[in-house]
């Protein structure tokens, strides 16, 4: 039987290091959020839907990655908050499409506000160049996992 001779090595990695550090500010996101009535998910739909004009529900699960019924159950949700409309393809009847309202416009920018206020919670301990550095750093790794990098 192999012994793990040294427990901190977990901590150590970056996997971990980067998973609990997600996590963490996940939650503190997520808590200040929640004055909106939006959680996370929410958000990301959202921003999905600002990059594009217009997508079906079903474009948007595709490109999220996620269930077609979760992203039925955040437009649902949004709906009702204002924040999106579910329009009828005039080329395909069949077809829902969503776009943003002003009220979602709002609901974003407010998000926006949140993750930057945290970002600066989050980085004040560093330096000007090493927040850059690190801004640099996560953006190379997010693009090479096929994911936004906010440039």
């Known amino acids: 039987m192999n012994e793990v001779k ?3 090595g977990l901590p150590s990695t970056l ?3 980067l998973g ?3 996590s963490a500010v996940a939650d503190r996101f997520a808590a200040r959020i929640a004055a909106y009535d939006l959680k996370p998910k929410h958000a990301g739909l959202l921003t999905a839907l600002s990059l594009e004009q217009v997508a ?3 474009e948007l699960a595709l490109r999220l990655g996620v ?3 979760l992203v039925v159950a955040l437009a649902d949700h949004l709906e009702r908050l204002g924040a999106i409309e579910r329009l009828r393809d005039p080329a395909d009847r069949r077809r829902q499409v969503l776009t943003l309202t002003d009220r979602g416009r709002e609901l974003l920018r407010d998000c926006t506000t949140a993750a930057r206020t945290l970002d600066e919670e989050l980085t004040a301990g560093l330096t000007a160049a ?3 550095a690190f801004l640099r750093v996560l953006g190379r790794l997010a693009a090479d996992a096929g994911l936004p990098t906010g440039d």
């Open 67 to 69: 269930a077609p019924s």
């Open 130 to 132: 090493e927040r850059g």
């Open 15 to 17: 996997s971990f290091r």
């Open 6 to 8: 040294n427990p901190a």
């Open 20 to 22: 609990t550090l997600g």
């Open 56 to 58: 079906s529900q079903q």
